[in-house]
């Protein structure tokens, strides 16, 4: 059977042993670690609640024009795709939780039709959230970013995550072409998953 999959981002670790005289390989991939923030509806979220789904993960703030209000108009998209999907989430974490606080996140939320059980945002300590951007998920912003915005401010980027919390698909959350190809990806890890469960 000629089964397409996806490939799995930043290899952490080759874990080398000897088995029967031969050396083998085996790759230990970066997972997105462990976090506690507050969500839009005012309750604490962590990774536990994305125990056993595939998500996508992206950073903005709700004041930030153009290309967040295109990542979320995209968003929608992959909520629509997946509305029947329970498997899959979205998590969208705020650059600017000093501002955006939950009142102002389930605003927001409700002006891109959010469900909250299928798509989260997520406000907190805004160190803590920097470290999820830059070393969870392995983002990497411009230089360029202006002073008065945070860096993670300028990332267009949607982060696909399976299961077992490994990054699977990185894209450009503002290019629609680039969202079809992460909904076709999504689908092809529930297939994955699900051709694994048959087994």
Same mark, same amino acid.
């Given at each position: 059977?000629?089964?397409?999959?996806?490939?799995?981002?930043?290899?952490?670790?080759?874990?080398?042993?000897?088995?029967?005289?031969?050396?083998?390989?085996?790759?230990?991939?970066?997972?997105?670690?462990?976090? %506690?923030?507050?969500?839009? #509806? =005012?309750?604490?979220?962590?990774?536990?609640? *994305?125990?056993?789904?595939? !998500?996508?993960?992206? /950073?903005?703030?709700?004041?930030?024009?153009?290309?967040?209000?295109?990542?979320?108009?995209?968003?929608?998209?992959?909520?629509?795709?997946?509305?029947?999907?329970?498997?899959?989430?979205?998590?969208?974490?705020?650059?600017?939780?000093?501002?955006?606080?939950?009142?102002?996140?389930?605003?927001?939320?409700?002006?891109?039709?959010?469900?909250?059980? %299928?798509?989260?945002?997520? #406000? =907190?300590?805004?160190?803590?959230?920097?470290? *999820?951007?830059?070393?969870? !998920?392995?983002?990497? /912003?411009?230089?360029?970013?202006?002073?008065?915005?945070?860096?993670?401010?300028?990332?267009?980027?949607?982060?696909?995550?399976?299961?077992?919390?490994?990054?699977?698909?990185?894209?450009?959350?503002?290019?629609?072409?680039?969202?079809?190809?992460?909904?076709?990806?999504?689908?092809?890890?529930?297939?994955?998953?699900?051709?694994?469960?048959?087994?």
């Amino acid at each position: 059977m000629n089964r397409f999959s996806l490939r799995t981002y930043f290899p952490a670790t080759v874990d080398s042993t000897m088995v029967a005289g031969q050396w083998k390989y085996d790759t230990v991939y970066h997972t997105v670690p462990d976090f %506690k923030l507050t969500s839009h #509806t =005012g309750t604490t979220f962590s990774q536990k609640n *994305l125990e056993g789904k595939i !998500y996508v993960a992206n /950073f903005f703030y709700t004041a930030c024009q153009a290309p967040c209000t295109q990542m979320s108009t995209q968003l929608g998209r992959v909520q629509d795709a997946f509305r029947l999907q329970p498997d899959v989430k979205i998590v969208s974490y705020t650059t600017k939780p000093q501002e955006d606080t939950p009142e102002v996140l389930r605003a927001y939320a409700q002006s891109f039709h959010a469900k909250p059980e %299928k798509w989260v945002f997520l #406000t =907190g300590p805004s160190d803590q959230i920097d470290q *999820l951007a830059s070393q969870g !998920y392995r983002l990497t /912003f411009p230089e360029s970013a202006l002073p008065e915005q945070t860096p993670q401010a300028q990332s267009n980027r949607l982060v696909l995550v399976d299961k077992e919390k490994q990054v699977r698909g990185i894209y450009d959350g503002t290019d629609a072409a680039e969202v079809d190809r992460l909904i076709t990806e999504i689908n092809v890890l529930l297939a994955e998953y699900n051709l694994d469960h048959g087994k």
